[in-house]
């Protein structure tokens, strides 16, 4: 006998009168006649030529073959019953998407998912990472981070909060006073769209009054997370996002040693104006708010 011809009905209807210690239990248990699971258990016992019951007048009790094969498909049933159970409450649970850049999901979104989970335990986040423009009109994604100005046409918006930038590095390399960046790499990262009014070091120096170091190193990214690490790890001073980099400052890995402080563009809450939001949708966008009204501490 292979997996291919088991008589998986003989063997429900075995596993249950070996459990209930009776045919017509087993019958009820199944929905069907003590005759017809009578018929089952003989056709099993044909098939494999052992006697897996005693039949007595009012009672059945199991033979030393039965009592050796009852234990086994007791526990393949309960195994298939808690796999079902589980993928079922899985297919159940509902599941948020959130768009936003690589650089906002992996330094602001995932330190904080552990306060998600605690908060609403019963939704799944599916965050995607991407710094390409996501038409919410033509994905599955429900809510997504827009960085910029505005006006987003389609999409129902609302701000969360303006982007700060400022000088900060790894405290080891001593940087105390503008006059330090002379001689530490200037660590940059690429903007996508060239503007005036990108929070990059030509505007910084622009603001601070002070000429752009020619004799300064520099150290260049594609990606903010990337300049961001690389701060960190002490290779340069950085302009990035003083909303990105809470947990590194508070942790004392950077330090922002001086000014000024520049806005950078504002992260906007949207989502598609035509779609309407499902409760937990709209639970998910409100703990964004409610993230996003916790400001990154004064450095």
């Known amino acids: 006998m292979d997996r291919r011809t088991l008589p998986l009905s003989a063997l429900r209807a075995f596993e249950a009168a070996a459990r209930l210690g009776s045919f017509k239990a087993a ?74 850049t ?6 602001w979104l995932v330190p904080r998912m552990a306060d998600f989970r605690r908060a609403h335990p019963d939704i799944d986040l599916q965050l995607q990472a991407t710094d390409d423009l996501v038409d919410l009109r033509s994905t599955a994604v429900d809510i997504a981070i827009r960085y910029g100005r505005g006006p987003y046409p389609g999409l129902v918006t609302q701000p969360l909060f303006t982007d700060r930038f400022a000088p900060v590095a790894n405290p080891r390399l001593g940087v105390t006073s503008p006059k330090d960046l002379a001689r530490v790499p200037l660590i940059r990262f690429d903007w ?19 000429p752009l170091p020619r004799q300064a190193s520099q150290l260049r990214f594609s990606d903010e997370g990337h300049a961001i690490q690389a701060a960190v790890a002490g290779h340069g001073i950085a302009l990035v996002s003083l909303a990105l980099i809470t947990d590194e400052l508070e942790a004392g890995h950077l330090v922002q040693p001086f000014g000024p402080v520049i806005d950078g563009y504002t992260y906007h809450l949207a989502m598609h104006a035509d779609r309407a939001p499902s409760a937990q949708v709209q639970a998910v966008a409100q703990w964004l708010r409610e993230q996003a009204a916790q400001r990154e501490p004064e450095h």
């Open 192 to 210: 996508k769209r060239p503007r005036p009014e990108n929070p990059t070091w030509e505007r910084w120096f622009t603001v601070a009054r002070r």
């Open 27 to 100: 019958a009820q248990e199944l929905g069907v006649t003590p005759t017809a699971v009578s018929h089952q258990i003989r056709a099993l016992e044909a098939q494999t030529e052992l006697a897996l019951f005693d039949r007595q007048v009012r009672k059945v009790s199991l033979t030393d073959a039965g009592a050796q094969l009852y234990p086994v498909l007791r526990d393949g049933f309960d195994a298939f019953e808690t796999t079902l159970v589980r993928l079922a409450q899985q297919r159940l649970r509902v599941q948020v998407s959130i768009s936003a």
């Open 102 to 107: 690589n650089a906002f999901t992996v330094k």
